[in-house]
């Protein structure tokens, strides 16, 4: 039976705090310092032990070095280190995957080609070994699927290379676009550019998981301590669990709305979905007087219903909700991702009741490419087809 990975970001993720989860998990650190003396890289040692924080027991990783000497390393630097590394080939692909995607968003922010980018944290020996362990010890569990939680968005300003950046950093925004946030909750910077590379190159699928059967669950520690919670990271293992597959409890969530400037939804759905909706429709409708206007229709976990409507009420018209329970049957799905002479596109993969699987391109991935007048929508969906059969 297939396992499942669930990453409960509580305190959001940073590669140490993930190495130290995976870790706590799996208990692999004989072969995780087997295989980094594969790696050619000197200066560096690695601390696993206990800790605690806030109370709560956990793994520590660490990479100390022997120099602060940071060098300034590129693309195609790190990833010839990790071509002539002795890491199992699934690790180094990974690895090289995180840092592609790590340069890619770089380029986006900076304005530059991923080719020119300069890491400087990222480039760093510690940084490296991160992401080598990580990816390891990812492969070493060996989920069928992986699922993460909302990312808490942190608050205030961190420093880089650049100086003084906005918390979420704008590469580890540009990296996790698309998926659930939490903004202002929390002190300081929750999420790094090294966790959402990681979180990228482990193809992790965001929302709630699937019912599954706990087998195991690894506490990796932060090093900074956060006012008011642990700086945990929990890697939850599990296997689906007996009986109706893909069946959640949800809420719907209703207003109708005739009075508000229809340019409002815009951030409306977006705050709503960084509050932890799952889906959020606006439909026409005729309202009392004859009026035009919207019913809105969120569809959010039990859980998430006080910060949705905190965000509907907020940034609407509304001044009341109605809600009720609806149960879901859902196809077993998860997200896999080809290579194309495009570029890399996300494929939403969907198993049918009659086991055939249905696949469809991530809408997002698909204009990224159109945009840069690389190919067509159409020519993008065939070539996305004839890699994905293969």
């Known amino acids: 039976m297939k396992k499942i990975l669930y990453f409960d970001c509580f305190s959001g993720i940073a590669g140490d705090m993930t190495c130290a989860a995976l870790l706590s998990l799996s208990g692999g650190e004989k072969e995780l310092r087997r295989a980094l003396r594969g790696l050619p890289l000197g200066g ?11 109370g709560m027991a956990g793994t520590r990783f660490g990479v100390k070095l022997s120099s602060r000497k940071v060098p300034s390393r590129n693309l195609s630097d790190i990833v010839s280190i990790l071509r002539r590394s002795a890491l199992p080939e699934g690790a180094r ?3 090289i995957s995180a840092f592609d995607l790590l340069a890619a968003a770089e380029a986006k922010v900076h304005g530059t080609k991923k080719e020119k980018v300069h890491f400087h944290e990222v480039g760093a020996v510690d940084a490296i070994v991160d992401i080598a362990s990580a990816c390891f010890l990812f492969d070493q569990v060996g989920p069928g699927e992986a699922w993460c939680s909302a990312l ?3 608050s205030g300003e961190a420093w880089s290379s650049h100086g003084k950046l906005p918390v979420p950093g704008p590469a580890t925004l540009a990296l996790l676009t698309g998926v659930p946030w939490r903004f202002g909750e929390g002190e300081g910077e929750m999420v790094t550019p090294t966790g959402a590379a990681l979180l990228r190159a482990f193809e992790v699928s965001f929302g709630r998981p699937p019912e599954m ?6 506490v990796g520690l932060g090093t900074r301590e956060i006012p008011g919670r642990p700086n945990i990271l929990r890697v939850v293992e599990g296997e689906p669990s007996a009986g109706p597959r893909g069946r959640d409890r949800v809420l719907e969530v209703e207003a109708n709305i005739d009075d508000m400037n229809p340019q409002r939804f815009e951030l409306l759905m977006e705050r709503s979905f960084a509050a932890g909706a799952l889906d959020v429709a606006i439909l026409p409708a005729t309202m009392k007087k004859n009026r035009p206007g919207w019913v809105l229709r969120i ?3 039990e859980e998430r219903l006080e910060l949705v409507s905190a965000a509907v009420f907020s940034l609407s018209t509304a001044i009341g909700l109605r809600f009720h329970a609806c149960e879901r049957l859902k196809l077993a799905r998860k997200i896999g991702v080809v290579e194309t002479r495009f570029g890399r596109v996300r494929v939403k993969e969907a198993t049918l009741p009659d086991g055939s699987v249905r696949a469809v391109p991530e809408y997002d991935d698909v204009k990224r490419i159109v945009r840069s007048a690389k190919a067509t929508f159409e020519e993008v969906a065939l ?7 293969r």
């Open 213 to 218: 059967t706990v087998r195991g669950v690894g």
């Open 152 to 154: 808490p968005g942190g």
């Open 93 to 95: 692909s990974r690895a």
């Open 44 to 54: 560096y040692r690695v601390s696993v032990g206990n800790g605690m924080s806030a």
């Open 383 to 389: 070539e996305v087809a004839a890699k994905w059969r």
């Open 299 to 301: 569809l959010c976990p």
